[in-house]
């Protein structure tokens, strides 16, 4: 009998970590033909529920670990109520609601590590997946554009397969120096991600990537003696600025050499200059979340005021504003955009508090996340803060709660190494 109720359990736990994978695999995007996209969003309003009133008790405690995170999803909820598009609004809302939750979950099933080891799989297979089909299947794995032919795997756009190839090299590259096992198909899988990075030619991506590596000697520093390991850090930090410096002196030599784009990146700085406009006479609250582009007369007023955007006229073709923060601003106005500052800046703290107390390779992971959404947001919208359906997204949010749970044991039982199954006894205060 005994038995048979752990092949229960056994089952059970592998049944959900099947729809997990699943819907991390739904958020993190695939091109599918409409309306597949729109049924498995539905599906997925009724999964996550499913999956979080089994243990809704430590759900609640873990969503509340983290208010600046709270506030700045309320935020975005509450914009209903000045919204100059309050229908989108309202249903960008639910999803955000449900794409936030999905990550609370996670934060409340899954240990750092376990989650860890989730996305090795999750972004392993998305990466095989679109090198197969843009080899196999090129009419639908790659695109012909000003840049000649580009690949685009799986993600349906060139720049979300840079992305996720970004972050997936970034994942295989950590365990491949610094972890134990399978080391050559880690070192593989990050060779062949950087590759579709190339091949796709996302040059946001790049960047990004280009910009995390010199972070990845840092975890070494982290396992040295106090007093190395902060002779290190200031030596780190000094080498830092420099390339700072360097990159600001010689940024019309990198825009225009290395990655091959004009000094107004193509078209996107005249974009911006109308659209933080626009934004300015809305400037504390914003047009709403989920507003600004889902209303015709703005977007018409776009697509004149900025011919190369002439295409979004259509009211078919999405448009965004090529930065994830000027979105914000458009959406929520200061508030929003201070309310996420504040998020992050609480998480980043945490983080690397925590990689400092317990020297695990997780927290590097999550410290890389977060400079990715920081990094990836300028000039692209790759990891948008409070996306409605973004697997980047998800995770830090999963990063936010974990890390607040995480600390606050550490710092409660002063074991440094605690990084256990959440249980019941784990909620209490």
């Known amino acids: 009998m005994q038995e048979r109720k752990t092949l229960n359990q056994h089952l059970s736990r592998n049944i959900e970590l099947g729809i997990t994978f699943c819907l991390s695999a739904f958020y993190l995007g695939i091109d599918l033909p409409s309306p597949i996209p729109s049924a498995l969003a539905l599906v997925s309003f009724l999964i996550i529920p499913l999956l979080i009133i089994r243990q809704w008790k430590e759900f609640i405690y873990v969503a509340t670990r983290d208010i600046p995170l709270i506030l700045a999803v309320g935020a975005a909820v509450i914009s209903v109520i000045w919204s100059t598009n309050p229908e989108e609004t309202l249903a960008h809302s639910r999803a955000l609601l449900f794409s936030t939750a999905f990550g609370i979950y996670l934060a409340t099933r899954y240990t750092p590590k376990e989650l860890m080891q989730l996305m090795v799989w999750l972004f392993g297979i998305y990466m095989l997946l679109s090198l197969i089909t843009s080899l196999i299947l090129p009419s639908y794995g790659t695109d012909i554009n000003t840049e000649g032919l580009s690949w685009q795997g799986i993600a349906g756009h060139k720049n979300s397969l840079s992305a996720a190839m970004g972050m997936a090299a970034m994942l295989f590259l950590d365990l491949a120096l610094y972890g134990y096992k399978y080391r050559p198909i880690l070192s593989l899988g990050a060779g062949i991600s950087f ?47 420099v390339i700072i410096l360097s990159t600001l002196v010689n940024l ?11 000094m107004e ?30 209303n015709p007369k703005e977007v018409l007023q776009v697509a ?17 504003a090529h930065s994830a923060y000027i979105d914000l601003f458009l959406q929520l106005g200061w508030v929003g955009v201070s309310l996420v500052a504040l998020s992050f800046v609480t998480i980043l703290f945490r983080v690397v508090l925590l990689l400092g107390l317990t ?9 890389q996340l977060l400079l990715f959404m920081a990094m990836g947001n300028i000039a692209n919208n790759s990891g948008e803060f409070l996306a409605y359906r973004s697997l980047y997204w998800v995770l830090y949010v999963s990063t936010a709660c974990s890390t607040a749970i995480h600390l606050k044991r550490i710092l409660k039982t002063g074991n440094k190494l605690v990084n256990l199954q959440y249980e019941n006894t784990t909620y209490q205060h």
């Not at 020297?359 to 410290?367: D, K, S």
């Open 195 to 241: 590759l579709l990075i190339l091949l796709s030619k996302g040059k946001g991506g790049l960047g990004v990537f280009m910009g995390l590596l010199p972070l990845l000697p840092l975890y070494k520093l982290t396992k040295q003696e106090y007093r190395l390991r902060t002779f290190f850090g200031i030596f780190a930090f000094v080498i830092g600025l």
């Open 252 to 262: 019309e030599f990198i825009t225009v050499e290395l990655l091959g784009k004009d």
């Open 265 to 294: 990146l193509t078209g996107r700085i005249p974009l911006w200059n109308y659209l933080i406009q626009r934004g300015l006479e809305k400037s504390w609250l914003g047009y709403g979340y989920g507003a600004f582009w889902t």
């Open 304 to 320: 004149l005021n900025v011919p190369w955007m002439s295409s979004i006229a259509d009211g078919v073709t999405k448009a965004h």
């Open 359 to 367: 020297r695990q390779i997780e927290y590097f992971w999550m410290l």
